[in-house]
């Protein structure tokens, strides 16, 4: 307890700011969460899990739904195009429908529980990489919890409030699997379980194959030691999945294992992308792309419709931007170390690891917009183990003095020329100029703050992080999904 209490702290603050979240955003007023419900009241009504139908998908009466705020006296009852999901999340959460009959807040703070045991692995996988550094987790950690975005979505109903942990649970088992610390059909069952939630848990089947050639090569074994390793892996996993893929191969017919082929049949008039770039061109399509995905990933709420302030998401870009350069030097700093002071095996496969599973998650929302227009960064939330690395291991490289005061004068560099080009447009970029300044002034701050008062800028910092959460919910989302529709 004495030297996890920084956890214990951050976890009760997502927890409270979570059900502040769960509580203020008004009914279905979160993505796909009517759908969600659906899925489970088929579950708790006795009516088996759902199986996905032409009549599932309208179009025409979600626009109306959200364009009028879901009005009481429009039933969502009809919107059942999650059906194809795998079952595991809404099997968990039948119970809590029984007992709270099927209240949606009930719901929602069972979502936010599973998120705050995703955070709880995230913290674990980060000390897993670097033991003697718990600040290390605290800091990235803590970050993750104070998204915006990834807070609206743990307390909402939706099954990415399981994949998530699962996730997350499966790499900080394969960190210690690496050491020799997890057995292989541990990971076999949670990869089973994965498979049983949601297809963007399918990343850990080619992961798994990656961590038993990184053992070989760190052990030293044969690869018919890792033969069996990864037979012990699949073989559970294979088994628990197979009774999803069994059923959808009797309801759907060969080849949908997933029933993907019977939703894409059903959701007629879904956003295609060949539509949109018929319409836009590419490189307008591409540029729309990347800002909705930047804002989305802070903070974009309801139905994509609730959108902050622009000074929010400048603010946010510089922090980024900066995150971004710090990451940037701690990896040119790590790659240029040589000897015993370089990466270890541990931190080596760690990052081999977290790199692969982010390009597997990049790679989904490729392949999913490939086909149907979304551009939202929530798809993104299950690489956040690596942003959360990177971002603390970024930050902690930008607050050595030198990087720290150098950074700072680049961007006061920038002050200046953004004022010479204001004052010849006459138009002053009053907000970016402020912005930038103050996270010059706060950096040469970090820079010369004594060792035993970083603490409490960290501490200083995350509160900032939770400060915005609630801005973002009683500053926009509630005033703005609750406002009447004439």
């Known amino acids: 307890m004495r030297t996890n209490w920084p956890a214990i702290v951050i976890l009760a603050a997502f927890l409270i700011i979570g059900s502040l979240y769960a509580a203020g955003t008004p009914a279905w007023q979160a993505p796909d969460e009517p ?17 996905m139908e032409a009549g599932d998908y309208d179009q025409d009466y979600i626009s109306r739904l959200t364009s009028e705020a879901f009005p009481p006296d429009l039933s969502v ?21 029984w007992i709270s009959d099927g209240d949606v807040l009930s719901l929602r703070l069972f979502s936010l529980l599973l998120g705050a045991i995703g955070i ?47 996730l997350w649970l499966w790499l900080w088992l394969g960190l210690r699997y690496l050491r020799g610390a997890t057995p292989a059909w541990a990971l076999g069952l949670v990869a089973g379980a994965l498979l049983l939630t949601k297809t963007t848990g399918y990343g850990v089947l080619p992961l798994a194959v990656l961590l038993v050639a990184l053992r070989i090569r760190r052990s030293g074994m044969t690869w018919t030691w890792g033969a069996r390793q990864l037979a012990a892996i699949l073989l559970p996993a294979g088994l628990l999945g197979g009774l999803w893929w069994v059923r959808n191969l009797t309801v759907y017919g060969w080849p949908d294992l997933l029933g993907l082929m019977r939703h894409d049949l059903v959701v007629v008039g879904q956003p295609r992308t060949a539509d949109w770039i018929a319409t836009q061109g590419l490189l307008p399509f591409l540029r729309e792309g990347i800002w909705t995905l930047f804002r989305s990933f802070w903070g974009q709420f309801g139905w994509m419709g609730v959108v902050l302030d622009v000074r929010i998401y400048q603010g946010l870009a510089i922090f980024t931007s900066l995150t971004v350069y710090g990451a940037a030097w701690a990896l040119l700093d790590a790659v240029g170390r040589k000897g015993d002071s370089g990466w270890d095996a541990r931190e080596r496969d760690g990052w081999i690891l977290l790199g692969t599973a982010a390009l597997i998650t990049v790679a989904m929302l490729v392949g999913y917009n490939l086909t149907f227009v979304q551009h939202q960064g929530r798809y993104l939330f299950p690489a956040l183990p690596l942003v959360a690395l990177g971002a603390a291991l970024g930050w902690q490289r930008l607050a050595r003095r030198q ?84």
Request: proline letters at 8%; charged letters at 10%.
């Open 35 to 51: 759908a969600h419900y659906n899925y489970i009241r088929s579950l708790a009504t006795g009516e088996g899990i759902p199986v």
């Open 77 to 97: 009852a009809s919107l059942e195009y999650e059906d194809h999901q795998p079952p595991l999340y809404y099997l968990l959460a039948t119970p809590v429908f």
């Open 120 to 166: 709880a692995m995230l913290f674990m996988l980060l000390r897993e990489f670097r033991p003697n550094e718990p600040a290390l987790a605290w800091l990235g950690g803590g970050l993750i919890a104070f998204v915006p975005q990834f807070v609206a979505m743990m307390a909402s109903v939706n099954n990415d409030a399981l994949v998530i942990p699962l």
């Open 403 to 486: 990087l720290a005061v150098g950074t700072a004068l680049v961007l006061l560099l920038m002050v200046v020329a953004l004022a010479a080009i204001g004052l010849i447009r006459g138009d002053l970029p009053v907000w970016p100029m402020a912005m930038l300044g103050a996270a010059a002034i706060g950096l040469c701050a970090l820079a010369f703050v004594p060792q035993r008062w970083q603490g409490v800028a960290v501490a200083g910092w995350l509160a900032a992080m939770a400060v915005l959460d609630l801005w973002c919910l009683f500053g926009f989302i509630v005033p703005m999904l609750t406002r009447t529709v004439p």
